[in-house]
Every structure is written in structure tokens, then in C-alpha cells.
């Protein structure tokens, strides 16, 4: 059982994405989202990070929280 409590630097890391603060704040910064287009679906992740962060949201996993997070920081 995954017992290991989410923020943004474990969703980071498991993205396999910079996880210290300014590597987050620079991904962020650099990779802005239109208004209308979900996070798990922008053209900058590769296939495995795409599908991970839709099963996320479509499962309501204990990552969920984190990637609408993410969402919304990108938006």
C-alpha cells in the first residue's frame, strides 16, 4: 500500500520532472496552458506522463488532488 503523502515535488518526481521548488517553478513558468485544454492532455508530455495523469483524474487516485493542482498552476 502507497501510504506516502502527494504534493507537488512527489508528483513532480514521479513525472520524472525536476522536483525542487525552482525546477516546479520553472517548468511551470515555461509551460503555460490555454484556458481550454486539460493538463493530461498538452502537447508537452510524452506518452507514459499523459496516460498517467488521465488515469489520475479518471480513477480519483490519491494523486488526483495533486494533478488539479498542477492544473491549475499551469492554467
Known sequence: ??????????????????????????FIREHPLPPDM?????????????KFLHDALREDSDWAEMVDELNVRLH
Open 1 to 26: 500500500m502507497d501510504t506516502q503523502t502527494h504534493n507537488l515535488s512527489t508528483l513532480f518526481a514521479q513525472l520524472g520532472l525536476p522536483e525542487d521548488p525552482a525546477g516546479i517553478d520553472s
Open 38 to 50: 486539460l493538463v493530461a492532455d498538452a502537447p508537452f508530455w510524452n506518452q507514459t506522463q499523459a
